[in-house]
């Protein structure tokens, strides 16, 4: 009997066949199959379980990385910083990452940062400006050449992916003035509004219900500060990539969460993701968990400087109403290293 296909990062292998200088044929040897076999899988990237296990122990990494692409990119890359005079080499770009992130922090303190990013084909520029102040860092990728040394490289697909969500994290929940290749990432005009997702998971599935749009920080401040005193005393928060995932209720075998982020609207009328920083959110977390506790009283920092002029508090539930289910696949994950 014949064993399950099952679906891997084809890009990722690619990369990690090139890191290793293998040809095709060298790695297919490797992982005892024909150089055909190995062929179709980096071209459909299919393949049985077997199979992917040796290619991961070739590798050095877990078959869960090999699907799932959990694996961070940590190849060689060339980065310099606003307290350096000269580069650096480094294995991957993560702790700049996290630098970036953390400045931004405590310029939130006292001003409302700025975050430009040149995103070019080969070297990436990220900075952070506040007050006049610019502190820029750039990346880019390097090999090593066993004849010449160091040499610049071209990013990968997998690499590309790979840069494309953490550019991503920076875009929408870093600061939320934000610059992209020169152009404001929201257009002038636009004024960003909360969306809340109302959502109900649990029995291998998740059930969306409908959103609710406020038009303004101020309305949505009150109208949410007005529904947190009727909710359940155990409330569990997940700050996320620009937004906040907010489990608020159980009920039998389901569980009531919310999802809030930012989004402007374009000239179609499509809702598309705004900014919105890390500072706020870690901020709106502190002082809900306080709330909840009976150890907080004040507003929510949401806002702040508006003025709420309704007449009533905005419902807090949602004003379009639909049910969208989503299967979960009854996926069981191994996580195993191999040496």
Known sequence: MGQESVQLNKSLLRHLRCQKSETQADTANACHVTVRQYQNIEKDGCTTSRVIKSIAKHFGISPNQLITNISKDNSLWY??????CVGE????????????KKLAKRYAHFSEP????????QVKKISIVCLDQECTWSIRPIELNEKVGLVW????????DTWKSIRDELVYGCVEDVYLNGNPLIP?????????????FGQRKIIHTGHRIFHSAAD????FSHW???VLKFVELYPQQGALNMIYDYKGEMTKAIYIYKVWVNENGENIQAPWSAANIESLVET??????GTGNWALPIGIGENFDAEEITPFEPDVIYRKVTEIPDIEFHFETYN
């Open 79 to 84: 980065i310099t910083n606003p307290e350096l």
């Open 89 to 100: 080499v480094a294995k991957g770009y993560y702790a700049a990452i996290d630098d970036i």
């Open 114 to 121: 700025q975050l430009r990013i040149v995103d070019g084909t």
């Open 153 to 160: 490289t071209e990013l990968t697909e997998w690499q590309q």
């Open 188 to 200: 002038e005009g636009a004024v960003p509004k909360f969306i809340v997702e109302f959502r109900e």
């Open 220 to 223: 949505f401040r009150v109208s």
């Open 228 to 230: 947190l005193d009727t």
């Open 288 to 293: 809900i968990t306080n709330l909840k506790k």
